[in-house]
Each structure stands twice: as C-alpha cells, then as structure tokens.
Nanobody
Framework: QVQLVESGGGLVQAGGSLRLSCAAS????????MGWFRQAPGKEREFVAF????????YYADSVKGRFTISRDNAKNTVYLQMNSLNPEETAVYFC???????????????WGQGTQVTVSS
C-alpha cells in the first residue's frame, strides 16, 4: 500500500509558476513509477507527466513540454511537478499516482492522492 498526499496548489496569475509536491508513505516508494494527472471540471482526467522509479525516464504531455518538469527524491519519498508559464486553461485538480510502470494511462496506476487545486487567473 502507498498513501499519497499532494500539496502546493493554489491561485496563480497567468504566466506564473507553481511547484506541486506529492509525499508518499507506505511500502517501497522507490519501486514505483509516478505520474501526474489533472482534471478540470466536466472533463476527463488527463495525463500530464510521468517519471520512472529511479528518475531515469520522464515523459510529458505535448501541452506541457518545455514548461513543466517532473522530478523525484526517493530519499524523501516525494515527487514534484514544477509548472511554469501557466495559463488559465490549466486550471484543474492535479493528482499524483503510483504504479508499477511509467505510462500515460489512468488505469495503469494503482494508488492516487486526493488532489490539489490549481487555479490560474487571467
């Protein structure tokens, strides 16, 4: 079992930055791939980024490439998402997730946090 708790969300102006954190507790965080997803009101949950268990592989949705950076610190059981140049269309609840392999699919992740709200004002 892995418990995930996101933090770092909030209100930011368009063009601003936020850094999300996802703290994990439980068994063997360093063996899990981690993903970030987001869900806007009335929309499906969508992939943002993933990172492999050791940080050696990362991948991003096209819409965030060059602006977002995913990273992890296995000594701290934490994964991060640095978000720059945010735009209002990225207002959503952001979720972190843990799974056995790094993929873009929601269904491949076994454990989810409760989410943190990110609101980007225009």
């Amino acid at each position: 079992q892995v418990q995930l708790v996101e933090s770092g969300g909030g209100l930011v102006q368009a063009g601003g930055s936020l850094r999300l954190s996802c703290a994990a507790s439980g068994h063997a965080f360093s063996s899990y791939a981690m993903g970030w997803f987001r869900q806007a009101p009335g929309k499906e949950r969508e992939f943002v980024a993933f990172i492999s268990y050791n940080g050696g592989r990362t991948y991003y949705a096209d819409s965030v490439k060059g602006r977002f950076t995913i990273s992890r610190d296995n000594a701290k059981n934490t994964v991060y998402l640095q978000m720059n140049s945010l735009n209002p269309e990225e207002t959503a609840v952001y979720f972190c997730a843990a799974g056995p392999a790094p993929t873009m699919r929601v269904v491949d992740y076994d454990y989810w946090g409760q989410g943190t709200q990110v609101t980007v004002s225009s």
